[in-house]
């Protein structure tokens, strides 16, 4: 009796090398998280420290508006968000940062924003 089995080739990712020059003391403390248990070995923190960098990085598309589209959008933004830094604003809204901080400051101004501590 035969037992016929399809071997299928396994898809391996195909991964790219990059070289990535530490200082002493770096490598010594990612090595410390190693011997620890923490990491696999040391390319295992790496890749990960990469992981983790590339997801919070993003970039930003500002969009071109005016100062009256923008204040009405960031009045707009603190009505839902009721709290919010002005640069989380400018990310979330696409708008110039000092745009907005010269919105916010113009609404503290106008009694409609209060600057919470």
């Known amino acids: 009796m035969y037992n ?5 080739k396994q898809k391996r990712l195909v991964g790219k ?9 770096e490598y010594k403390k990612i090595q410390e998280f190693v011997d620890k248990g923490a990491f696999l070995n040391v390319s295992d ?9 590339l997801e919070e990085t993003r970039v930003v598309q500002l969009r071109e508006v005016d100062y009256k589209t923008a204040k009405r959008d960031v009045i707009e ?6 709290e919010s830094y002005p640069s989380d604003a400018a990310l979330d809204l696409g708008l110039d940062l000092e745009m907005v901080y010269k919105i916010v400051k ?6 409609r924003a209060e600057f919470i501590e």
């Open 45 to 53: 923190f790496i890749r990960e420290a990469v992981r983790d960098k």
């Open 106 to 111: 113009e609404l503290v101004n106008e009694k």
């Open 4 to 8: 016929l089995n399809m071997v299928q």
């Open 77 to 82: 933004y603190y009505k839902k968000h009721k």
């Open 17 to 25: 090398m990059a070289g990535v020059k530490l200082a002493s003391l």
